[in-house]
């Protein structure tokens, strides 16, 4: 399916228990008002094509508690963009203001071009899985998947041949004529992506589609939202997850989100290899911070910058500018630090305090004997060689420059 290369339906489908059509309003009757939607411009938001979405200074407040502050991202055309945050952060917020179902206590939400910020949600012409998934318990899967093409009025062989198309997609073609309680939750799921897909939407909403799937399933389903993304070239894609892995996998850009505000947003792998804060640092691959003395001045990306950790000094790669005798922190990841015996050359003083089989590795966690108290992670595919629990030990650091940033982005 090529979403982009048709004409962009309405009617997002929220999916909710619902007992009839009227008591899902902002599913029925839609209208079709989103003519041109995403159709027909290239990727990416130029100075002449606006962004597929386009999110300025939205801010949600309920009484006292502020869910969103001043939140600002452009999601351009086939572009999929993951918000990832710990619970409570606002991602789920950001989703529903684009989907329509809150009203901001301020800023705008537009849409290729379109000022949306007051529109309905059906006529938003935005295909929607919310955080809880839930089909219409009473309809078969292929009802569901139809409900907002019939509520658009899409003759019925046209809807026939989306919903099979759609079921197809996301590998339930054999499964039209159950109802939602004869499914799996995975396939329930599968089912709730494909209702929001059998629109062909130009935008689509996904709210932590994976949380409520154990482990094996969410890996299979993530396969297929991988091949999913590649067969819709032009959609553009809000994932909300507060899992690493699946922004990893699925995204282009990740906006990471803390306590109602975007914290960094980058493109997946810059993000990941060059955390600019220690929060997304921490959040973006579980990465030790290991405070650490900038030894002299450097520009962002200086390729000659220096650290000093305990009597250690190495190579360093700063993720701003720094005055020397700054204090910063480290990036280091476990899986890049190695465990040798206590005083190997160039290897970072401390003792062994904990180790926990993972089945690919041992976690191993250690306290440097300077800075002091300061606890360091580290993977290792084997116990082979490591000391005793309570033993002294060396902690090699990466070969590679770690990635230096500022102290107090905790943020
Ligand atoms: N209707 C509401 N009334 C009051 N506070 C709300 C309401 N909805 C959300 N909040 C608060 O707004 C904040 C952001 O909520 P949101 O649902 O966006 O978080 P989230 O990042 O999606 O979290 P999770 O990962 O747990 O789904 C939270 O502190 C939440 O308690
Ligand atoms: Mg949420």
């Given amino acids: 399916m090529n979403a982009g290369a048709t004409k962009p339906a309405s009617a997002a489908a929220p999916p909710r228990p619902a007992a009839s059509v009227e008591d899902a309003p902002h599913i029925a009757g839609a209208a079709e008002t989103a003519a041109g939607t995403g159709a027909g411009v290239p990727a990416g938001p130029t100075p002449t094509t606006p962004p597929a979405i386009d999110i300025t200074g939205l801010t949600v407040r309920y009484g006292q508690v502020t869910a969103l502050e001043a939140f600002d991202l452009q999601v351009a055309r086939g572009e999929t963009v993951a918000l990832l945050g710990p619970s409570g952060s606002g991602k789920s917020t950001v989703l529903k203001a684009v989907a329509g179902f809150l009203r901001p206590t301020a800023g705008r939400v537009r849409l290729t071009g379109r000022d949306v910020t007051h529109e309905a949600p059906n006529k938003r012409g935005i295909g929607v899985v919310v955080q809880n998934y ?16 019939r ?21 339930m073609a054999g499964y039209a004529r159950r109802y939602p309680r004869e499914l799996s939750g995975g396939q329930q799921q599968r089912v709730a992506i494909a209702r929001a897909l059998a629109i062909r939407p130009p935008v ?76 997304t640092a921490a959040f973006l691959g579980a990465a030790n911070l290991i405070p650490a003395q900038v030894v002299r001045d450097c520009a962002d990306g200086a390729g000659d910058a220096q650290a000093r950790v305990g009597a250690l000094t190495v190579p360093a790669d700063p993720a701003r500018a720094f005055r020397a005798g700054e204090t910063a922190m480290l990036v280091a990841r476990p899986h890049t630090l190695g465990i040798e015996a206590a005083g190997a050359d160039g290897t970072l003083p401390a003792t062994l305090t904990g180790s926990q089989w993972r089945g690919a590795t041992y ?49």
């Fill in 151 to 171: 509520a658009r009025r899409v003759p019925r062989a046209e809807t026939a041949r989306r919903v099979a198309e759609a079921l197809e997609m996301v590998g």
């Fill in 134 to 149: 839930a089909l219409f318990p009473h309809m078969r899967v292929a009802d569901n998947v139809a409900f907002g093409l």
């Fill in 204 to 279: 689509l909403l996904l709210d932590e589609p994976l949380s409520a799937l154990d482990a094996a399933l969410r890996a299979d389903l993530l396969g297929e939202l991988q091949r999913l993304r590649a067969d819709l070239p032009d959609v553009a894609i809000m994932y909300v997850t507060h899992d690493q892995t699946e922004a990893l996998a699925l995204a282009d850009r990740i906006a990471v989100m803390r306590d109602a505000r975007l914290v960094d947003l980058d493109a997946t792998d810059r993000l990941y290899r060059r955390p600019p804060s220690e929060f």
């Fill in 363 to 411: 976690r191993l966690t250690c306290l440097l004997d300077e800075p002091s108290g300061v606890e360091v992670r580290c993977d290792v595919a084997t116990m082979d060689g490591v000391p005793a629990l309570g033993q002294p030990v060396g902690i090699r650091l990466p070969a590679d420059p770690c990635v230096l940033v500022p102290t107090g982005t905790q943020r």
